[in-house]
């Protein structure tokens, strides 16, 4: 395949408290038919990623309601969900919807709006992503990557301070992203010191509650007016057991490697090839499972090679990993996140990147993750 | 013949010292204790209540009868702390046993005599021919006040019986019941704390009761306390048994077995229940037990059992599964009086 | 508020699973509860294997420190979930507790 990202756009990440949903969409909307100069008009639908509008805004029916806020008043307009892979669902949605010949062009709108609610409410909210029996046993987000992390340290070993690493690492490249919700260096004392979420997670090991909009848009041939572009060359989507309970095994997430494996066939490229990837980090454990399971390293051997710094910025020689800052440092706005992460894929594949340019990078990856492990969505990107 | 088929116990793990709450409200404990004769009682965990205790109790009876749950024809739940007002404890319990649909369920209701009195009107229909295998326990998660003579005892445990046609592990030979209207200790709906009148709930409540229970069952059954092995006696504390003992006529040593409430407390519904599980657990076959419940307002149900060469059986598997009572003090686990509070939603 | 015919439907499953016993096979400690649970915090989650195969997630009560621990068996039993509110049904279901 090769879906022309002809548009990006994306507001910044954090806690926004006088942007509503409506203006965030805006944002992001207007950023990215700017970026692709053109119109309301040029766009044949749109298609929403969001998972909380529901049970945090008491709002359904955000096709239609962004598609009249963005210019879109009777156009086709609807909404994909799948827990946190919602934006990477709704990016695969529309790259088919436009490979079915229906459209020419379409846009994604990732959007997520979390600080209106109390933490504890967004808390339970989140927990919707799991199964009823997880619910009623009282697990968190963090309860269930801590389970999954316990059981990686049981049978590799990994330690406490490999898992605050991620999150030194991504704070570090989020520092360098001026949308990122964070700034601030983190050390692995500091992240180690922190409050204990879910043993073993404490609050640094975990992405934060934010708000924020992403929107790309995507064209079935290339722009004329554009001379270097960026393609989707893989699109794939594996799903695993909604509750970690039943899965084969609890020391990676299944649904990845095969998502993962059928990307790279459909690309015709290898790991080796990815110079740049943004991987779903919603808790630093999910970073380690992540390098594991997409292939980039040896099961058990991620957590060591991240410490050693192999996956950061102007530090290792391989791929770099979530230049954004990930979902740690660049913050988690569940349906935004796999749009923002095609974004800035785009963005270093475009080479304007600025400071945090991951230098001739060419082929790059977004890795997005639904609950524990349940949905999995894998794009690769090129330039063209 | 009315038998008992089996039986089955659940007292929660953690426990409260009397010396711990006496302190808090700096009372001398030592008076506490010798006035009470109780040194420490059972609390139930945050998320137990009347029908959990109630479940685990009936589930440990199932595990020792020998019956299939479908095959139990009536169930009835005894309690002063159902958890609703309206909606039945015995469904609930009966749901997850596995009993199936055909059965009688119903919650009784008369302070701490509400499980015997289900043991007797279980009793009635399988002596009528109208069932086969019948259930009935007596269950609490037990309220007081802070600070009231009550906090001292009020605990926590469950105990189901089950009563059968077939031979058990021990015979019914004779039961009565001696009832009057004794306002002695109430809660009213919607109130949380019972209330009590003090010191009459001594001579004219417990005393009167007891004794005319026990005097009419002597009479009926035409025996003499030293024609029992064992007697057991509603323990609203570790006095009024002793006492209600040596006035009919029964020795220490008959009573001693029973006397749960020295390390439990009182878990109303489930006192004497559980002080008959108690004896239960080391009675020789062919023993004789003279039981007799108390449950204020006011009434006492009194029994009398003859043990069978069966009850060796279940009182192996019991002691095998660590569910005897005197096994419990293994498992046991002390907690302060703030967690007392926490755990029983006073804070 | 629970939905009380959700809570009747669960019951079946709850019904069968009661007692059986298990092992841990992974666990936590909640230290931050969803809504509900505040109560109870913190408390170990754990993932069992029953000894008829099944795998669940549950609540460990009734815990030590040191029983929080793969290869810790287990008791499935019959506790109240979490606090109802004041004129909800309450919800009864399953947790486990260390053997």
Redesign the interface.
């Known amino acids: 395949m090769n879906i022309v990202i002809s548009g990006i756009g994306i507001t910044k990440f954090g806690e926004l408290w006088d942007m509503s949903p409506r203006t965030l969409a805006r944002q992001a909307g207007e950023a990215a038919l700017h970026d692709a100069g053109l119109v309301s008009k040029d766009i044949d639908a749109i298609i929403v990623a969001n998972m909380l509008s529901g049970m945090l805004g008491s709002q359904e029916h955000l096709g239609a309601l962004f598609g009249e806020e963005l210019g879109f008043l009777g156009k086709p307009a609807m909404k994909v969900e799948g827990a946190c892979a919602s934006g990477g669902l709704a990016v695969h949605t529309a790259i088919n919807s436009l490979l079915g010949g229906q459209y020419k062009r379409i846009m994604v709108l990732g959007i997520e709006k979390m600080t209106d609610q109390k933490p504890e409410r967004v808390a339970s909210a989140l927990i919707g992503a799991g199964t009823n029996e997880e619910r009623l046993a009282g697990i968190t987000f963090p309860g269930v990557y801590a389970v999954l992390a316990r059981a990686h340290m049981e049978k590799f070993g990994t330690t406490q301070e490999q898992m605050a690493a991620v999150a030194v690492k991504n704070h570090f490249h989020a520092s360098l992203n001026p949308l990122a919700q964070f700034h601030t260096l983190l050390s692995v004392e500091k992240v180690m010191r922190s409050a204990c979420v879910a043993d073993p997670l404490k609050l640094l090991d975990c992405s934060p509650i934010s708000d924020g909009a992403a929107a790309v848009i995507l064209s079935i041939n290339k722009e004329p007016r554009m001379k270097d572009s960026v393609s989707v060359v893989a699109s794939q989507v594996a799903t695993d057991t909604l509750g970690v309970a039943r899965r084969k095994n609890l020391t990676g997430l299944n649904a990845t490697e095969i998502a993962a494996k059928k990307a790279y066939e459909d690309a015709g490229v290898s790991v080796a090839d990815i110079r740049v990837a943004e991987v779903h980090d919603c808790f630093t454990i999910a970073e380690i499972f992540a390098m594991e399971d997409l292939g980039f390293f040896k099961k058990g051997k991620a957590a060591e090679a991240i410490m050693q710094g192999q996956t950061t910025l102007g530090v290792g020689k391989g791929v770099v990993v979530n230049t954004s800052g990930g979902l740690k440092g660049c913050g988690h706005p569940v349906g935004a996140t796999g749009v923002k992460q095609i974004v800035e894929i785009a963005v270093q594949l475009r080479g304007s990147a600025g400071k945090r340019q991951v230098s001739g990078a060419r082929i790059g990856l977004t890795h997005n993750v639904g609950g524990s492990g349940a949905t999995c969505v894998v794009h690769i990107l090129k330039r063209t | 013949m009315i038998n008992l088929i089996g039986y089955g116990t659940y007292i929660?793990?953690?426990r409260i010292r009397l010396a711990d709450i006496a302190h808090v409200w700096k009372k001398d404990a030592d008076e506490i204790m010798s006035g009470l004769k109780v040194t420490e009682k059972s609390v139930p965990?945050?998320?137990?209540?009347a029908?959990?205790v109630a479940?685990?109790a009936a589930?440990s009876c199932m595990?020792t009868s020998g019956v299939a749950p479908r095959d139990i024809d009536a169930l009835f739940v005894g309690s002063e702390s159902h958890?609703?007002a309206v909606n039945p404890t015995s469904t609930?319990v009966g749901?997850?046993?596995?009993m199936g649909h055909n059965y009688l369920a119903a919650d009784m209701e008369f302070a701490c005599k509400a499980g015997t009195a289900g043991i007797q009107v279980v009793a009635g229909l399988i002596g009528s021919g109208q069932i086969r295998y019948g259930m009935a326990i007596g269950a609490d998660t037990a309220q007081s006040k802070p600070h009231d003579i009550l906090e001292y005892t009020s605990a926590c445990a469950g105990t189901a019986v089950l009563l059968g046609k077939t031979k058990g592990i021990a015979e019914l030979l004779s039961f009565t019941s001696f009832t009057s209207d004794t306002p002695d200790f109430w809660r009213r709906d919607g109130i949380r704390y019972p209330s009590h009148a003090g010191r009459f709930t001594g001579e004219p409540a417990y005393f009167a009761h007891v004794m005319g229970a026990s005097q009419r069952l002597l009479v009926q059954t035409k025996t003499k306390p030293k024609d029992f092995d064992y007697c057991v006696f509603h323990m609203p504390n570790g006095r009024f048994p002793r006492e209600v003992a040596k006035r009919l006529g029964f020795t220490d040593e008959q009573l001693a077995p029973s006397l749960t409430v020295t390390s439990v407390g009182n878990p109303y519904s489930a006192s004497s229940m559980l002080g008959f599980s108690a004896v239960l657990d080391s009675a020789k076959p062919e023993s004789k037990i003279f039981m007799v419940s108390y449950g204020s307002g006011a009434g006492s149900d009194a029994f009398v059992w003859k043990t069978t060469r069966a009850l060796l059986g279940v009182q192996k598997k019991r002691k095998k599964n660590k569910w005897c009572i005197g096994q419990q003090d293994d498992m046991k686990?002390y907690v302060g009086y703030v967690e007392y509070l926490?755990q029983t939603?006073k804070i | 508020m629970y939905s009380p015919v959700k809570l009747w439907r669960n019951q079946k499953h709850t019904q069968i699973l009661l007692g059986k016993k298990g092992v841990i096979v992974s666990w936590t400690i909640i230290r931050v509860p969803p809504e509900g649970f505040s109560n109870q915090a913190p408390y170990p989650v754990v993932v069992v294997r029953l000894e008829n195969k099944e795998m669940i997630t549950a609540q460990m009560v009734d815990w030590e420190e040191s029983q929080c621990r793969i290869g810790q068996y287990v008791r499935v039993i019959l506790r109240r979930i979490s606090e109802p509110s004041s004129e909800g049904v309450i919800p009864y279901g399953l947790k486990v507790k260390p053997l």
């Open positions: 929660p793990e953690y965990g945050v998320d137990e209540d029908v959990t479940f685990e589930h595990e958890p609703y609930i749901e997850f046993l596995g686990k926490k939603h």
